[in-house]
């Protein structure tokens, strides 16, 4: 089975920054497409920001210039940078992976159990 890990979650007054992990681990894959989403109270799960193999990042716009999705491959591990925190980015954050099992065609998208981030005014 594969899983995904995220850390780095916690409580910020709004200006901080935190940084988030995801780290991939079980059964010899690929990782395709890795993102993050959020999910604050009361609202739908949104897309935050998403990095593809070779590098290349697409962010919601309410977090362009704030946020740095990355990732480092020989670690299966993505990263989300969140600088000059607001309060409205508290939500949950979840890690997504798009993997593909070695020996199979398709991939399949995995998620974290998600990360509470908080920040306060």
């Known amino acids: 089975q594969v899983q995904l890990v995220e850390s780095g979650g916690g409580l910020v007054q709004a200006g901080g920054s935190l940084r988030l992990s995801c780290a991939a681990s079980?059964?010899?894959?690929?990782?395709?497409?890795m993102g993050w989403y959020r999910q604050a109270p009361g609202k739908q799960r949104e897309l935050v920001a998403t990095i593809t193999s070779g590098g290349s990042s697409n962010y919601a716009d309410s977090v362009k210039g704030r946020f740095t999705i990355s990732r480092d491959n020989a670690k299966n591990t993505g990263y989300l940078q969140m600088n000059s925190l607001k309060p409205e980015d508290t939500a949950v954050y979840y890690c997504?992976?798009?993997?593909?099992?070695?020996?199979?065609?398709?991939?399949?998208?995995?998620w974290g159990q998600g990360t509470q981030v908080t920040v306060s005014s």
């Open positions: 997504n992976a798009n993997l593909r099992i070695l020996g199979y065609v398709a991939g399949s998208d995995y």
């Open positions: 079980g059964r010899n894959f690929v990782i395709n497409r």
